[in-house]
């Protein structure tokens, strides 16, 4: 019983420790979500998009040497999406590499697996999520802001509060 408990505590101690430290992070080395896009060195609009079906959005790419590798691997793209001016997805394509699972796995611990969705992801609860996608010849991690989309949601909201108050 006691071999149990201690083994329960410890793997809820590791799931505390990895959320911690994604949610620490909360980004891709110094792009961090939540912020406005122009404090990242390098970022350049490239359009407009709707997010979710029904949020203005834009995609920004950001294009400096600092971000140029994560470790040895080369970092082929980096795409940002941003509401009101802040990041609210930080998308990183890279070369397919055993690396990067390895060093995720090592920052954040063992990743949840999703049949459906085919891919692998870390969650900080409230904060952010991270996604683990490999395709034929890349890698892509995406991150995710959880305030920043419930705050689409609840701007959505107001202006369906402004619509009603109309009548």
Known sequence: MKLILTL????????????SELAK???????KLGTLVDSVKGAVFK???VAHKEFPAKIYEVEHPEYAKVGSVPVKRIEL???KGLIYEIIVHTDKDPQIMRGLEK???KATYSIRMETYYWTAPDTLSLIFKGHNKHLA???RSVPVIKL????KGKKIEEIAEDF
């Open 141 to 143: 991690l995406t991150y």
């Open 81 to 83: 999406k941003t509401y």
């Open 8 to 19: 329960a505590i410890l793997f809820i101690g590791h799931l505390l420790f990895a959320q």
């Open 107 to 109: 920052s954040y611990g």
């Open 152 to 155: 689409m949601y609840v701007d």
């Open 47 to 49: 359009k407009d998009i």
């Open 25 to 31: 992070r909360n980004g891709f080395k110094d792009i």
